[in-house]
T-cell receptor
């Protein structure tokens, strides 16, 4: 079963705006990871948040985790055209990640 | 230096054929994975190997057989290819299980079965 399910499926914004993507998962996790996938490429790791953490920052990225609601959010501040990509969340169980279908983000100049 | 590499990048073949996809990582990682990404972008784990031993085998047809000759390589062999096997296959590796560490992905192999 899918462990990560992203929402919205697609998001279109202007450069400079903030982008927020949400992720829900079904079972208990050890950590939750966010990845970016540019068109035609493999996934690139962005940030990992552990189950005992509530918020984490990395540059223009801010991730929150609410284990009671089994949800996470990824905020990209001051977006750039180069942020255009699909974003996936993956919930980590014992030994592997399970991903959703991703949120496709389009940032227009 | 490429961290996780896959060959070939594109593979077009006919139904019924047998094909292999190769994966190599130069990160010194212990764990390697194969994922399948379908046309709807859903990314699904297929196999996971740790120190050359299979630790995860999701519900994948037994036409798919991973082989790990050493820690740095995890190849995927597919027998009797079917139309539904058309997808992008990603190899990945991590320092240990995904429980703690991020995964590094290869560029993907786009398989088209005609």
């Amino acid at each position: 079963s899918q462990q990560g399910e992203e929402d919205p499926q697609a998001l279109s914004i202007q450069e400079g705006e903030n982008a927020t993507m949400n992720c829900s998962y079904k079972t208990s996790i050890n950590n939750l990871q966010w990845y970016r996938q540019n068109s035609g490429r493999g996934l690139v790791h962005l940030i990992l948040i552990r189950s005992n953490e509530r918020e984490k920052h990395s540059g223009r990225l801010r991730v929150t985790l609410d284990t009671s609601k089994k949800s996470s959010s990824l905020l990209i501040t001051a977006s750039r055209a180069a942020d255009t990509a699909s974003y996936f969340c993956g919930g980590s169980g014992y030994s592997t990640l399970t991903f959703g279908k991703g949120t496709m983000l389009l940032v227009s100049p | 230096d490429t961290a996780v590499s896959q060959t070939p990048k594109y593979l077009v073949t006919q139904m019924g054929n047998d094909k292999s996809i190769k994966c190599e990582q130069n990160l010194g990682h212990d764990t390697m994975y194969w994922y399948k990404q379908d046309s709807k972008k859903f990314l699904k784990i297929m196999f996971s190997y740790n120190n050359k031993e299979l630790i995860i085998n999701e519900t994948v047809p037994n036409r798919f057989s991973p082989k790990s000759p050493d820690k740095a390589h995890l190849n995927l062999h597919i027998n009797s290819l079917e139309l539904g096997d058309s997808a992008v296959y990603f190899c990945a590796s991590s320092q240990a299980g995904a429980r703690t560490y991020e995964q590094y992905f290869g560029p993907g192999t786009r398989l088209t079965v005609t």
